[in-house]
T-cell receptor, first 115, second 115 residues
Protein backbone atom coordinates (compact mmCIF):
# COMPACT_ATOMS: atom_id res chain seq x y z
CA UNK A 1 0.00 0.00 0.00
CA UNK A 2 1.10 3.53 -0.69
CA UNK A 3 2.08 5.82 2.16
CA UNK A 4 3.37 9.36 2.46
CA UNK A 5 5.61 10.71 5.20
CA UNK A 6 5.97 14.36 6.02
CA UNK A 7 8.83 14.78 8.41
CA UNK A 8 7.93 18.07 10.03
CA UNK A 9 4.59 18.50 11.72
CA UNK A 10 5.18 22.11 12.71
CA UNK A 11 7.57 24.65 11.23
CA UNK A 12 8.05 28.22 12.44
CA UNK A 13 9.95 30.69 10.28
CA UNK A 14 10.51 34.40 10.10
CA UNK A 15 9.57 36.30 6.99
CA UNK A 16 12.21 36.11 4.24
CA UNK A 17 13.58 32.82 5.55
CA UNK A 18 13.91 29.92 3.14
CA UNK A 19 11.55 26.98 3.36
CA UNK A 20 11.97 23.29 2.66
CA UNK A 21 9.31 20.79 3.64
CA UNK A 22 10.16 17.14 3.33
CA UNK A 23 7.97 14.51 1.72
CA UNK A 24 8.80 10.85 1.14
CA UNK A 25 6.50 8.24 -0.31
CA UNK A 26 6.49 4.50 -0.57
CA UNK A 27 5.18 3.01 -3.81
CA UNK A 28 6.88 0.70 -6.24
CA UNK A 29 5.45 2.00 -9.47
CA UNK A 30 5.04 5.25 -11.31
CA UNK A 31 3.44 7.96 -9.23
CA UNK A 32 1.84 11.34 -9.60
CA UNK A 33 2.93 13.76 -6.89
CA UNK A 34 1.16 16.77 -5.45
CA UNK A 35 1.47 19.47 -2.86
CA UNK A 36 -1.75 20.96 -1.56
CA UNK A 37 -2.07 23.95 0.76
CA UNK A 38 -4.85 24.83 3.18
CA UNK A 39 -4.90 28.44 4.35
CA UNK A 40 -6.74 29.13 7.60
CA UNK A 41 -10.48 28.75 7.07
CA UNK A 42 -10.14 27.81 3.41
CA UNK A 43 -10.34 24.67 1.33
CA UNK A 44 -7.42 22.59 0.11
CA UNK A 45 -5.83 24.14 -2.96
CA UNK A 46 -3.32 22.68 -5.38
CA UNK A 47 0.15 24.26 -5.12
CA UNK A 48 1.88 22.16 -7.74
CA UNK A 49 1.93 18.71 -9.30
CA UNK A 50 4.33 16.36 -10.98
CA UNK A 51 3.20 13.80 -13.56
CA UNK A 52 6.27 13.35 -15.78
CA UNK A 53 9.09 15.25 -17.43
CA UNK A 54 11.25 17.83 -15.68
CA UNK A 55 11.57 16.71 -12.06
CA UNK A 56 11.75 20.32 -10.89
CA UNK A 57 8.24 21.70 -10.96
CA UNK A 58 7.15 25.22 -10.27
CA UNK A 59 3.85 26.07 -8.70
CA UNK A 60 1.90 29.07 -7.62
CA UNK A 61 3.13 31.79 -5.25
CA UNK A 62 6.83 31.07 -5.85
CA UNK A 63 6.78 27.48 -4.61
CA UNK A 64 8.69 24.70 -6.31
CA UNK A 65 9.28 21.02 -5.67
CA UNK A 66 11.85 18.52 -6.86
CA UNK A 67 11.07 14.90 -7.56
CA UNK A 68 14.04 12.67 -6.74
CA UNK A 69 13.05 9.20 -7.84
CA UNK A 70 16.02 7.45 -6.23
CA UNK A 71 15.09 8.93 -2.86
CA UNK A 72 11.30 8.58 -3.27
CA UNK A 73 11.13 12.23 -2.30
CA UNK A 74 9.19 15.30 -3.42
CA UNK A 75 10.32 18.16 -1.20
CA UNK A 76 8.66 21.55 -1.34
CA UNK A 77 10.77 24.70 -1.37
CA UNK A 78 10.40 28.45 -1.37
CA UNK A 79 13.41 30.76 -1.22
CA UNK A 80 11.75 33.50 0.82
CA UNK A 81 8.52 32.99 2.76
CA UNK A 82 5.93 35.62 3.52
CA UNK A 83 3.52 35.97 6.41
CA UNK A 84 0.73 35.02 3.98
CA UNK A 85 2.32 31.58 3.52
CA UNK A 86 1.10 30.61 6.99
CA UNK A 87 -0.95 27.50 6.26
CA UNK A 88 -0.98 23.73 6.42
CA UNK A 89 0.81 21.92 3.60
CA UNK A 90 -0.01 18.40 2.45
CA UNK A 91 2.02 16.16 0.21
CA UNK A 92 0.04 13.54 -1.73
CA UNK A 93 0.65 10.74 -4.22
CA UNK A 94 -1.49 8.74 -6.60
CA UNK A 95 -0.75 5.83 -8.95
CA UNK A 96 0.76 7.08 -12.17
CA UNK A 97 -1.41 5.28 -14.68
CA UNK A 98 -3.57 8.28 -15.20
CA UNK A 99 -7.23 9.06 -14.86
CA UNK A 100 -8.54 8.23 -11.44
CA UNK A 101 -6.69 10.12 -8.76
CA UNK A 102 -7.01 8.23 -5.52
CA UNK A 103 -4.77 10.48 -3.53
CA UNK A 104 -2.87 9.28 -0.49
CA UNK A 105 -2.02 12.25 1.72
CA UNK A 106 0.65 12.80 4.30
CA UNK A 107 -0.27 14.05 7.76
CA UNK A 108 0.52 17.64 6.85
CA UNK A 109 2.95 20.30 8.02
CA UNK A 110 1.72 23.42 9.76
CA UNK A 111 3.81 26.40 8.77
CA UNK A 112 3.73 29.57 10.83
CA UNK A 113 5.53 32.58 9.39
CA UNK A 114 6.11 35.38 11.84
CA UNK A 115 6.28 38.94 10.49
CA UNK B 1 -15.54 28.85 -11.43
CA UNK B 2 -17.95 28.63 -8.52
CA UNK B 3 -15.96 25.86 -6.86
CA UNK B 4 -17.10 22.75 -5.05
CA UNK B 5 -19.92 23.43 -2.63
CA UNK B 6 -20.69 21.35 0.46
CA UNK B 7 -23.66 21.54 2.76
CA UNK B 8 -23.93 21.84 5.69
CA UNK B 9 -20.66 23.35 6.90
CA UNK B 10 -21.14 21.96 10.37
CA UNK B 11 -23.31 19.18 11.75
CA UNK B 12 -23.67 18.17 15.37
CA UNK B 13 -25.59 15.00 16.00
CA UNK B 14 -26.17 12.51 18.76
CA UNK B 15 -24.75 9.03 18.59
CA UNK B 16 -27.10 6.68 16.79
CA UNK B 17 -28.67 9.31 14.56
CA UNK B 18 -28.42 9.34 10.78
CA UNK B 19 -26.84 12.24 8.92
CA UNK B 20 -26.65 13.17 5.25
CA UNK B 21 -24.23 15.55 3.58
CA UNK B 22 -24.46 17.07 0.13
CA UNK B 23 -21.76 17.96 -2.37
CA UNK B 24 -22.19 20.00 -5.54
CA UNK B 25 -19.12 19.64 -7.75
CA UNK B 26 -17.85 22.09 -10.32
CA UNK B 27 -20.50 21.86 -13.01
CA UNK B 28 -18.43 20.42 -15.87
CA UNK B 29 -16.59 17.91 -13.67
CA UNK B 30 -17.61 14.29 -14.17
CA UNK B 31 -15.56 12.83 -11.32
CA UNK B 32 -16.50 13.24 -7.69
CA UNK B 33 -14.63 12.06 -4.61
CA UNK B 34 -15.32 11.85 -0.91
CA UNK B 35 -12.50 12.07 1.61
CA UNK B 36 -12.48 12.13 5.40
CA UNK B 37 -10.02 14.08 7.54
CA UNK B 38 -9.58 13.60 11.25
CA UNK B 39 -7.62 15.84 13.57
CA UNK B 40 -3.90 15.78 12.90
CA UNK B 41 -4.22 13.61 9.82
CA UNK B 42 -4.32 14.18 6.11
CA UNK B 43 -7.47 13.45 4.12
CA UNK B 44 -8.25 9.76 3.55
CA UNK B 45 -10.02 8.48 0.46
CA UNK B 46 -13.53 7.12 1.00
CA UNK B 47 -15.16 6.69 -2.41
CA UNK B 48 -15.19 7.90 -5.99
CA UNK B 49 -17.76 8.39 -8.75
CA UNK B 50 -17.38 8.82 -12.45
CA UNK B 51 -20.65 10.33 -13.61
CA UNK B 52 -23.30 8.38 -11.67
CA UNK B 53 -21.27 5.20 -11.26
CA UNK B 54 -19.57 4.54 -7.94
CA UNK B 55 -16.33 2.95 -9.07
CA UNK B 56 -14.41 2.39 -5.87
CA UNK B 57 -15.00 2.32 -2.14
CA UNK B 58 -12.36 2.32 0.55
CA UNK B 59 -12.35 -0.32 3.25
CA UNK B 60 -12.73 2.67 5.58
CA UNK B 61 -16.30 2.97 4.32
CA UNK B 62 -18.25 0.67 6.61
CA UNK B 63 -21.73 -0.62 5.83
CA UNK B 64 -23.15 2.35 7.74
CA UNK B 65 -21.85 4.68 5.03
CA UNK B 66 -23.52 5.07 1.68
CA UNK B 67 -22.86 7.53 -1.11
CA UNK B 68 -24.92 8.30 -4.17
CA UNK B 69 -24.66 10.45 -7.23
CA UNK B 70 -27.99 9.73 -8.90
CA UNK B 71 -27.81 12.01 -11.93
CA UNK B 72 -24.09 12.39 -12.22
CA UNK B 73 -24.19 15.87 -10.74
CA UNK B 74 -24.48 16.40 -6.97
CA UNK B 75 -23.67 13.64 -4.50
CA UNK B 76 -24.87 12.71 -1.03
CA UNK B 77 -23.02 10.88 1.71
CA UNK B 78 -25.17 9.28 4.39
CA UNK B 79 -23.95 7.88 7.67
CA UNK B 80 -26.39 5.69 9.53
CA UNK B 81 -26.29 5.05 13.28
CA UNK B 82 -23.47 7.52 13.80
CA UNK B 83 -20.69 6.71 16.24
CA UNK B 84 -18.30 9.06 18.02
CA UNK B 85 -15.51 7.77 15.80
CA UNK B 86 -17.31 9.23 12.80
CA UNK B 87 -16.49 12.73 14.02
CA UNK B 88 -14.34 14.24 11.29
CA UNK B 89 -14.25 16.67 8.42
CA UNK B 90 -15.85 15.17 5.32
CA UNK B 91 -14.37 16.59 2.15
CA UNK B 92 -15.74 16.44 -1.36
CA UNK B 93 -13.63 16.99 -4.44
CA UNK B 94 -14.22 16.94 -8.17
CA UNK B 95 -12.19 16.71 -11.34
CA UNK B 96 -12.68 16.34 -15.07
CA UNK B 97 -11.56 13.65 -17.47
CA UNK B 98 -11.72 16.27 -20.20
CA UNK B 99 -8.68 17.92 -18.69
CA UNK B 100 -6.50 14.81 -18.75
CA UNK B 101 -5.07 14.18 -15.33
CA UNK B 102 -6.72 17.25 -13.87
CA UNK B 103 -6.10 17.87 -10.20
CA UNK B 104 -8.79 17.54 -7.58
CA UNK B 105 -10.71 20.66 -6.58
CA UNK B 106 -11.81 20.43 -2.98
CA UNK B 107 -14.77 21.93 -1.19
CA UNK B 108 -14.65 23.50 2.27
CA UNK B 109 -15.90 20.31 3.87
CA UNK B 110 -18.62 19.36 6.34
CA UNK B 111 -17.45 19.10 9.91
CA UNK B 112 -19.33 16.36 11.75
CA UNK B 113 -19.38 16.16 15.53
CA UNK B 114 -21.03 13.13 17.09
CA UNK B 115 -21.85 13.59 20.78
Amino acid sequence: AQSVSQHNHHVILSEAASLELGCNYSYGGTVNLFWYVQYPGQHLQLLLKYFSGDPLVKGIKGFEAEFIKSKFSFNLRKPSVQWSDTAEYFCAVSPGFGGFQKLVFGTGTRLLVSP
Amino acid sequence: DTGVSQDPRHKITKRGQNVTFRCDPISEHNRLYWYRQTLGQGPEFLTYFQNEAQLEKSRLLSDRFSAERPKGSFSTLEIQRTEQGDSAMYLCASSSTEEGDSPLHFGNGTRLTVT
